[in-house]
């Protein structure tokens, strides 16, 4: 995994979030301010044509990560590099900014009501002014074509779409600046199998071609596996298993990436009455995580030093886990 | 007797361009304590059904021909008020979109204790308890606590959750849930549908479950529709339309689900796209992209018939095919 050049470096990337009440009844309460981890010391490294897929529980901070990646947010303490450049200095660079773009995951919150389809997805092109004149509108119906809508629906308004549509828009804009850096935050999860297989091939296809680079973001794990040459498994904050993804799926090390894995549901459940095992417990919350390793009230092989003692990474072949119980050999298999 | 008929509901948009036929003669039924799951290509008219069922098809949208029967009696031609009587009593509503039914302005606990007093002769406290118990059945950790937060306090995927105990409080007999998971990470997915199982169970309550999971269908659904260009083109028992598809479009969207077990360069897929509403082919809908097209499907439109264990619109299940 050493070949290529890194594209996207995260170091020791955190990013809070201040969620303090308002300072008159934090006084009436006689409450300190409170700050929200959502990224917690995370790193990672993509090299070019590759994908990193990110998993993990609802609210563990994948889409913060996404947004650090392309500068939406800046990292409140580490650092993320684009190309080996502090990603504060590229963003400056309109020429670099380019380079990089995000498919956000709400398709409903990401499109501008009053605009039509062929001006949202336009946007880009103009505003980095790619093409001129004609140009610009045959390069938005061939977009359009590639994400399975026509050229014509050009002209309507998002809310003549149903929502998968509406999704396919918002890939046609993210890719129109011919991005090599993309984050596809839960790219298909409003689309059907059958599309959602036709923007994964176009997704990869795109990338053989133009050696586009990935940070790939969904909950299906199957996608997943599908889509990602590098994983990384969040919780809490912080990437707790990280690796290949052949590696990881074949023998997941971390007691949390096993409970995930156990708990997708498959085809082979029609018609049967097998129950899938549920995650037990919930994400507690990141205001006040849980001391040591922040997933022991969850997990079955949790012990004193596990309350105690924040796991660090060790290696087990090809494969970064934050367990102690993978570190002493325990419970493995 | 089936709790909910669709029988040949036809929807429309009259545009400047002319009218568009969104859904096109759509008959289907759920029998009491029966869970239908509704799959198809984004934009095959599964919310446009749902939301004809309820009666909040958005203007200028309108059922422009057949009807819809809940136990019995016509509900496809109420005054508006009769059907919001409807609306939350006999039929509660997940949306695609969790946002649009929460008010910003009340706190979780007013919305649902408002909710079922609405329809259920409850006093203060009792509903309050129920909420309570409904937000731990959906998987709000420290419920009692969180009762009276409002929904800008919650993350995405909690206020999904409270929208789904807000669906089910007033004890509906029908629930028109539209991806309701889709949000949901596995873990919390696998609580949501074990919740709605236990319903379906317990209170014989019938769902009508419109979602992309095809391993949520599995593991929920009884029997299968199938939508394609506005018309439902299979349906059947969930292990045979899963296992045993007879409709090509079917056979299709089956094979290009990603499996977790092995890893492929390409997915399948079907190629080329669903045909516009204002440029839908004659005959059968999905012929410009059908592997096994034959003549009769470009000019004759086919209904749903027999077709080994499932029922599918498509000719080539015709026992006696046409002359000339
Ligand atoms: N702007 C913000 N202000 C305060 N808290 C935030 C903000 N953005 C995110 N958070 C919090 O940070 C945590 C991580 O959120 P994030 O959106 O990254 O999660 P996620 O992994 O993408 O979840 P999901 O799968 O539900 O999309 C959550 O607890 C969330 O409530
Ligand atoms: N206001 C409108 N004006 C014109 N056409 C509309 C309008 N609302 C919906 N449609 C069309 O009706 C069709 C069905 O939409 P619907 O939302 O029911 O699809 P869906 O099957 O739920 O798709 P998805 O899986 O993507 O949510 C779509 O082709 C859409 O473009
Ligand atoms: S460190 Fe301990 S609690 Fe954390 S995952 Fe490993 S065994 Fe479980
Ligand atoms: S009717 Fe013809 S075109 Fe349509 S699905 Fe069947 S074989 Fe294919
Ligand atoms: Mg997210
Ligand atoms: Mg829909």
Same mark, same amino acid.
């Given at each position: 995994?050493?070949?290529?050049?890194?594209?996207?470096?995260?170091?020791?990337?955190?990013?809070?979030?201040?969620?303090?009440?308002?300072?008159?009844?934090?006084?009436?309460?006689?409450?300190?301010?409170?700050?929200?981890?959502?990224?917690?010391?995370?790193?990672?490294?993509?090299?070019?044509?590759?994908?990193?897929?990110?998993?993990?529980?609802?609210?563990?901070?994948?889409?913060?990560? =996404?947004?650090?990646?392309?500068?939406?947010?800046?990292?409140?303490?580490?650092?993320?590099?684009?190309?080996?450049?502090?990603?504060?200095?590229?963003?400056?660079?309109?020429?670099?900014?380019?380079?990089?773009?995000?498919?956000?995951?709400?398709?409903?919150?990401?499109?501008?009501?009053?605009?039509?389809?062929?001006?949202?997805?336009?946007?880009?092109?103009?505003?980095?002014?790619?093409?001129?004149?004609?140009?610009?509108? *045959?390069?938005?119906?061939?977009?359009?074509?590639?994400?399975?809508?026509?050229?014509?629906?050009?002209?309507?308004?998002?809310?003549?779409?149903?929502?998968?549509?509406?999704?396919?828009?918002?890939?046609?804009?993210?890719?129109?600046?011919?991005?090599?850096?993309?984050?596809?935050?839960?790219?298909?999860?409003?689309?059907?199998?059958?599309?959602?297989?036709?923007?994964?091939?176009?997704? @990869?296809?795109?990338?053989?071609?133009?050696?586009?680079?990935?940070?790939?973001?969904?909950?299906?794990?199957?996608?997943?596996?599908?889509? $990602? *040459?590098?994983?990384?498994?969040?919780?809490?904050?912080?990437?707790?298993?990280?690796?290949?993804?052949?590696?990881?799926?074949?023998?997941?090390?971390?007691?949390?990436?096993?409970?995930?894995?156990?708990?997708?549901? *498959?085809?082979?459940?029609?018609?049967?009455?097998?129950?899938?095992?549920?995650?037990? =417990?919930?994400?507690?919350? /990141?205001?006040?995580? %849980?001391?040591?390793?922040?997933?022991?009230?969850?997990?079955?092989?949790?012990?004193?030093?596990?309350?105690?003692?924040?796991?660090?990474?060790?290696?087990?072949?090809?494969?970064?886990?934050?367990?102690?119980?993978?570190?002493?050999?325990?419970?493995?298999? | 007797?089936?709790?909910?008929?669709?029988?040949?509901?036809?929807?429309?948009?009259?545009?400047?361009?002319?009218?568009? @036929?969104?859904?096109? @003669?759509?008959?289907?039924?759920?029998?009491?304590?029966?869970?239908?799951?509704?799959?198809?290509?984004?934009?095959? =008219?599964?919310?446009?059904?749902?939301?004809?069922?309820?009666?909040?098809?958005?203007?200028?949208?309108?059922?422009?021909?057949?009807?819809?029967?809940?136990?019995?009696?016509?509900?496809?031609?109420? $005054?508006?008020?009769?059907?919001?009587?409807?609306?939350?009593?006999?039929?509660?509503?997940?949306?695609? *979109?969790?946002?649009?039914?929460?008010?910003?302005?009340?706190?979780?606990?007013?919305?649902?204790?408002?909710?079922?007093?609405?329809?259920?002769?409850?006093?203060?406290?009792?509903?309050?308890?129920?909420?309570?118990?409904?937000?731990?059945?959906?998987?709000?950790?420290?419920?009692?606590?969180?009762?009276?937060?409002? !929904?800008?306090?919650?993350?995405?995927?909690?206020?999904?959750?409270?929208?789904?105990?807000?669906?089910?409080?007033?004890? /509906?007999?029908?629930?028109?849930?539209?991806?309701?998971?889709?949000?949901?990470?596995?873990?919390?997915?696998?609580?949501?549908?074990?919740?709605?199982?236990?319903?379906?169970?317990?209170?014989?309550?019938?769902?009508?479950?419109?979602?992309?999971?095809?391993?949520?269908?599995?593991?929920?659904?009884?029997?299968?529709?199938?939508?394609?260009?506005?018309?439902?083109?299979?349906?059947?028992?969930?292990?045979?339309?899963?296992?045993?598809?007879?409709?090509?479009?079917?056979?299709?969207?089956?094979?290009?689900?990603?499996?977790?077990?092995?890893?492929?360069?390409?997915?399948?897929?079907?190629?080329?796209?669903?045909?516009?509403?204002?440029?839908?082919?004659?005959?059968? !809908?999905?012929? /410009?992209?059908?592997?096994?097209?034959?003549?009769?499907?470009?000019?004759?439109?086919?209904?749903?018939?027999?077709?080994?264990?499932?029922?599918?619109?498509?000719?080539?299940?015709?026992?006696? %095919?046409?002359?000339?």
């Amino acid at each position: 995994m050493a070949e290529g050049r890194i594209v996207l470096e995260a170091i020791e990337a955190s990013r809070s979030f201040d969620v303090s009440r308002p300072w008159l009844q934090r006084m009436v309460a006689r409450e300190g301010r409170r700050v929200l981890r959502a990224v917690d010391a995370v790193s990672f490294a993509v090299t070019v044509g590759r994908t990193l897929s990110l998993v993990g529980e609802s609210g563990c901070g994948k889409s913060t990560v =996404g947004r650090l990646a392309v500068g939406l947010y800046e990292p409140s303490g580490g650092e993320i590099r684009f190309e080996g450049q502090s990603l504060s200095t590229a963003r400056a660079q309109p020429a670099l900014r380019r380079r990089m773009n995000m498919i956000f995951q709400d398709p409903y919150a990401s499109l501008n009501p009053r605009w039509r389809v062929s001006d949202i997805v336009a946007e880009p092109i103009r505003a980095f002014r790619l093409l001129s004149g004609r140009d610009v509108q *045959d390069r938005v119906g061939q977009l359009l074509t590639q994400v399975g809508l026509s050229p014509r629906d050009g002209e309507k308004y998002p809310h003549e779409f149903s929502g998968g549509q509406r999704q396919r828009v918002s890939i046609a804009r993210a890719l129109s600046s011919e991005p090599e850096f993309l984050v596809c935050d839960e790219p298909t999860s409003a689309l059907d199998v059958s599309v959602q297989a036709q923007i994964l091939n176009l997704m @990869r296809d795109l990338q053989a071609r133009m050696q586009i680079t990935y940070l790939f973001i969904s909950h299906n794990l199957a996608v997943v596996r599908h889509m $990602s *040459d590098l994983l990384g498994v969040m919780y809490l904050g912080r990437i707790v298993e990280y690796g290949p993804g052949e590696s990881i799926f074949a023998a997941p090390r971390h007691p949390y990436t096993r409970l995930l894995l156990d708990a997708i549901p *498959d085809l082979g459940m029609a018609g049967s009455t097998r129950a899938r095992t549920p995650v037990g =417990g919930e994400v507690p919350s /990141p205001i006040n995580p %849980p001391s040591g390793c922040t997933f022991h009230p969850r997990c079955p092989l949790a012990n004193a030093r596990c309350r105690a003692e924040v796991p660090k990474h060790t290696r087990d072949g090809d494969v970064l886990a934050a367990c102690h119980a993978v570190e002493e050999g325990r419970g493995a298999g | 007797m089936s709790l909910l008929d669709v029988d040949g509901l036809t929807v429309e948009f009259p545009t400047r361009r002319g009218v568009l @036929r969104a859904l096109d @003669r759509v008959s289907f039924s759920i029998a009491p304590g029966e869970v239908l799951g509704v799959v198809g290509e984004s934009g095959a =008219g599964k919310s446009l059904t749902g939301a004809a069922i309820i009666g909040l098809l958005e203007p200028p949208g309108r059922i422009a021909a057949g009807q819809i029967r809940l136990e019995g009696g016509r509900i496809d031609n109420l $005054s508006p008020d009769r059907m919001r009587r409807v609306r939350g009593k006999q039929v509660g509503a997940i949306f695609q *979109d969790p946002l649009t039914t929460l008010n910003p302005l009340y706190s979780v606990g007013r919305q649902l204790t408002e909710t079922m007093q609405a329809h259920l002769p409850l006093s203060g406290p009792e509903a309050r308890r129920r909420a309570v118990r409904w937000l731990e059945d959906v998987g709000i950790p420290a419920a009692a606590q969180r009762i009276d937060a409002y !929904p800008h306090e919650f993350s995405g995927g909690m206020r999904q959750r409270v929208v789904i105990a807000l669906a089910l409080c007033a004890e /509906p007999r029908l629930v028109i849930a539209d991806e309701p998971t889709t949000a949901l990470d596995v873990s919390i997915q696998a609580q949501v549908i074990a919740l709605l199982k236990r319903l379906t169970r317990e209170r014989g309550l019938s769902v009508m479950l419109v979602t992309h999971d095809m391993g949520v269908i599995a593991e929920a659904a009884d029997r299968i529709a199938v939508m394609y260009a506005g018309r439902v083109i299979e349906i059947g028992a969930v292990a045979d339309v899963v296992r045993n598809p007879s409709h090509p479009y079917t056979v299709g969207l089956m094979g290009s689900i990603p499996s977790l077990d092995v890893r492929v360069e390409r997915l399948r897929q079907i190629d080329g796209a669903m045909p516009r509403l204002n440029a839908i082919p004659p005959g059968c !809908p999905f012929n /410009p992209r059908c592997p096994q097209v034959f003549d009769r499907c470009q000019v004759e439109r086919p209904d749903l018939m027999p077709a080994r264990q499932t029922e599918a619109a498509c000719w080539l299940f015709d026992p006696a %095919p046409a002359h000339g």
